[in-house]
């Protein structure tokens, strides 16, 4: 099984903009699809940003149009998710995921593995 590994994530100003990375060990990303979760406390774990490898076409949650911008890596096994203009709502930490063939991207049954998370606190 593919080991996910989230980087990137920290504190940042309202209107501020970071980078998470997500990395595979284990294997690529060529044959799958990878998307970004996210759970603020007190919330369930919703969706961001995903894509599948292959077709290269990211498809994004609603809050994230716009602001992120999701795009892989100069390796297979790395994916990078671009965040602007942050807001306080967009305080939570943040999950990469892998699925093997996913019917719907933005659910999160469809993933099989999971990085550890990582914290993303946006103050205003």
């Known amino acids: 099984q593919v080991q996910l590994a989230e980087s990137g994530g920290g504190l940042v100003q309202a209107g501020g903009s970071l980078i998470l990375s997500c990395t595979a060990s284990?294997?690529?990303?060529?044959?799958?699809?990878v998307g970004w979760f996210r759970q603020a406390p007190g919330k369930d774990r919703e969706f961001v940003a995903a894509?599948?490898?292959?077709?290269?076409?990211?498809f994004y949650a609603e809050s994230a149009k716009g602001r992120f911008t999701l795009a892989r890596g100069n390796t297979k096994n790395t994916i990078h998710l671009q965040m602007l203009s942050l807001k306080p709502e967009d305080t939570a930490v943040y999950y990469c995921?892998?699925?093997?063939?996913?019917?719907?991207?933005?659910?999160?049954?469809?993933?099989?593995?999971w990085g550890q998370g990582i914290q993303v606190t946006v103050s205003s």
């Open positions: 894509l599948r490898w292959s077709s290269d076409s990211p």
């Open positions: 995921a892998e699925a093997s063939a996913p019917t719907d991207l933005g659910a999160t049954g469809q993933y099989d593995s």
């Open positions: 284990g294997r690529t990303f060529s044959t799958s699809a």
